[in-house]
C-alpha cells in the first residue's frame, strides 16, 4: 500500500501558519554547502524506575573526569539538538510544547518534550551536553568537548525530506566533520588533534527519513527501482561507506543506531487506518530488515578494521520491548501522541501547546513520529549498559569504554 502523499503534506502545508524560519548569518562555506542542496532550571524528575537512573543533573555528570574526551553526534530528527532552528524548514521544534519537560523548560529544537538520548548518554560519559553544530561559535573551544551535526528531515539519501525545506544530509554532516578535524589539527597541531579523534566517541542515528519522506512515499519511481531488499542494502552500504570514511579520518569509536518501529508510530496508525493499534507490519519489516543488514554488514566491518570498536543498536528490538511491556515500564498510552490531532493523535503534527496532552510520562509517543522523553531514557540506559534489554552488538556502549580499557 502506498502512501497518500497528499494527505501527507497537506499536514505539512499546516504548519506553514506557526512556523517561520529565522534568519541567520551563515559562514560563507556554509552559504555554499546548503546552496548544492534542494531545497539552569532544575531538571525533570524521575517518574519512574526505568528512566531514574539518568536523570541527573548536567552539570553534577559532566563534573566527573569523562570517559572520552568528546563525543560527535550525526543524525536526524532524532538526535537533532537546535541545528535546524537556523535554517529555513518546517523541520523545526523552536516552539512550545516542545523542551517544556526539558531542564530549561523552553524549546531548544530538540524533537522532544524533553532530553533526547544522547543527552542522557553525554552525562553517562561525563560530558555536558553536546551543542549543535549551527547553534556555536566556530572556534575550537567551543567545538572540544563534542559537536551535534544532526539535522531533522536529513536522510542517507541527498533528497529525503528536501519537501520540508533545508537541512543537512547524511553526506553533507560528514564533510562538516571533517571541516571541524581539519580546525582541530591547525589549533591543536596534528598529533593532538588526531589523539582528540581516535579517542572520541562518534554517535550516528540516520535513516528513518529514507523511508518516511522517499521510499513510503514512492519519490522518483523508487519502489519500481528498488524492492525493500535492495533498497536496505542501498542505504546500508552507504553508511558502511561512510564510516569506513571517518574511519581513515583517525575515528575509532562508533556507535550506530538502528531504526525504531514507525509502523507503530501514531502517524501510520491514523494513515493506514489502524483499528485498535495495531502496527503496521509491511512497515515494520522494511525497518526490521534493515537493521538487520545494517548490523551485519558493521559486523563485517568490525572484523575488518581491527582497530576500531563499532557497535550497532537495534532501537526496534529496544522500542519493541518498550511497546509490548509498557505497563512494566509504568506507560499507559502506546498508541496515541501526547501532542497532535487527530485518530492517535496522528495526523496534524504538533504545533501548539493547547494541542499537547498534560502528562507526557505516560505516553510513549511525544508526536507523530517520535517518542517522549522517557522513552529516550530507557533506551539509552540499554545503549549504556543493557539495563532493560540488550540491544546492542556486539556489546553495550560501557562494556566498549570502561571494560576495553582495562
Known sequence: MLINSAIFLHCILVSTMFLQPKARKHPQELEDLFSNSNANAPPVPPRSSASSSLVTSPSASASSSPLV???FIIGDSSVDCG?????GTLARADHLPYGRDFDTHKPTGRFCNGRIPVDYLALR???PFVPSYLGQS???E????GVNYASAGAGIIFSSGSELGQHMSFTQQIEQVTDTFQQFILSLGEAAANDLISNSLFYISIGINDYIHYYL?????VQNLYLPWSFNQFLATTVKQEIMNLYNANVRKVVVMGLAPIGCSPYYLWLYGSQNGECVKEINDMIMEFNFVMRYMLEELGEELHDANIIFCDVFEGSMDILKNYKRYGFNFTADACCGLGRYRGWIMCLSPEMACSNASNHIWWDQFHPTDVVNAILADNVWSS??????YPSNLQDMLVVKAR
Open 217 to 221: 512515499l514512492n519519490m522518483s519511481n
Open 83 to 87: 541545528n535546524n532552528n537556523f535554517l
Open 387 to 392: 539495563l532493560h534489554t540488550g540491544m546492542c
Open 125 to 127: 560519559l561525563g560530558l
Open 69 to 71: 574526551p568528546a563525543f
Open 138 to 140: 566556530g572556534m575550537v
Open 142 to 145: 567551543d567545538m572540544i568537548h
